[in-house]
């Protein structure tokens, strides 16, 4: 009787341990699944947060390759005014217009009229291009700022004297495009390299 009672035993204890081996409890299992269930929400919210940043480093990019257009357009239609007889140029603080080879819509090379206008609209200042009798164009915007055009020609005695003609033929040799803002002062200085000032015809240097 001994004997078998030890052998019943035994058998027992040993099939608690292979079922302990081969199976896992009710609260292991829970475990298991909490432990998951964390691991699973961490992930979700770090790559929220990594996609956040992606979101946050591609709106600063695309500004940045915003502001170099805008400030390459401004450049080059400005660098590329011409002097042309019958055109009369304006250059005041907050609007220039006259003739460019250099426009941002019409084909390169081809003399066309444009205009640079700086614009408030309630707190934000625009700085805004128009071509021939185009809608106007809106190219770069700045909050809580101030503006203006600036105008220089260039002399042997002094390189920044002012240009006082606001209507007229001549050009000034340098254009500054001044914007003061809570972030500081931006100053987007091009320089006018062509001819200033309209060719007179043989006739009118005989006269």
Known sequence: MKLVWWVTEKSETMTRSNNRVNGFSLLELLVVLVIITLVTTLVI?????????????????????????????????????????????????????????????SEEGKLVSFQWQLVSERSTLNLVYQEKEQD????????DAQGEFRYYQSTEQDLSQPFESKHGQTLPSRVELIIRSPRGEERIVTIVPGRLSPRRNFRQMDG
């Open 45 to 105: 919210q770090g790559g929220g947060h990594l996609l956040s940043i992606r979101e946050r480093l591609l709106s600063v990019e695309m500004l940045s390759q915003r502001k170099l257009l805008a400030n390459h357009w401004w450049r080059a239609s400005v660098s590329g005014m011409f002097p042309d007889k019958g055109v009369d140029f304006q250059f005041e603080p907050h609007r220039l217009a006259g003739m460019t080879h250099s426009s941002l819509m």
């Open 136 to 143: 106007l164009w809106i190219v770069r915007s700045w909050k």
